[in-house]
């Protein structure tokens, strides 16, 4: 069983930063990849950013060029660095983990998670 524990979130205006964290109870490298997803209100739950143990990512369109993910194995810590927050990137944010290699590479499909954490709410105005 792994445990993932998410923090950082908060209230930001737009164009405000924020930086979560997640702190898992296994090595973060040996997940073979990890992923932040997000899900506001009346909608799905949707893939935000992922990194493979190699160190290759994935974002979201709506995302790219403003979250930035990393991890430091040293800590056990994945962390979603996010820039220039929009009003849309409201929504309840969420760290994953597989319990499987998979195909490979970072992965933006819940599918292919089988471990979550709590989520942080994250809240931004105009």
């Known amino acids: 069983q792994v445990h993932l524990v998410e923090s950082g979130g908060g209230t930001v205006q737009a164009g405000g930063s924020l930086r979560l964290s997640c702190v898992s109870s296994k090595s973060t490298y040996s997940h073979y990849f990890m992923g932040w997803f997000r899900q506001a209100p009346g909608k799905e739950r949707e893939g935000v950013a992922s990194?493979?143990?190699?160190?290759?990512?994935s974002y979201a369109d709506s995302v790219k060029g403003r979250f930035t993910i990393s991890q430091d194995n040293a800590k056990n810590t994945l962390y979603l660095q996010m820039n220039s927050l929009e009003p849309e990137d409201t929504a309840m944010y969420y760290c994953?983990?597989?319990?499987?290699?998979?195909?490979?590479?970072?992965?933006?499909?819940?599918?292919?998670?089988?471990?979550w954490g709590q989520g942080t709410q994250v809240a931004v105005s105009s």
């Open positions: 994953a983990a597989p319990d499987r290699r998979w195909f490979g590479s970072p992965s933006l499909t819940p599918f292919h998670y089988t471990y």
């Open positions: 990194i493979h143990s190699s160190g290759h990512t």
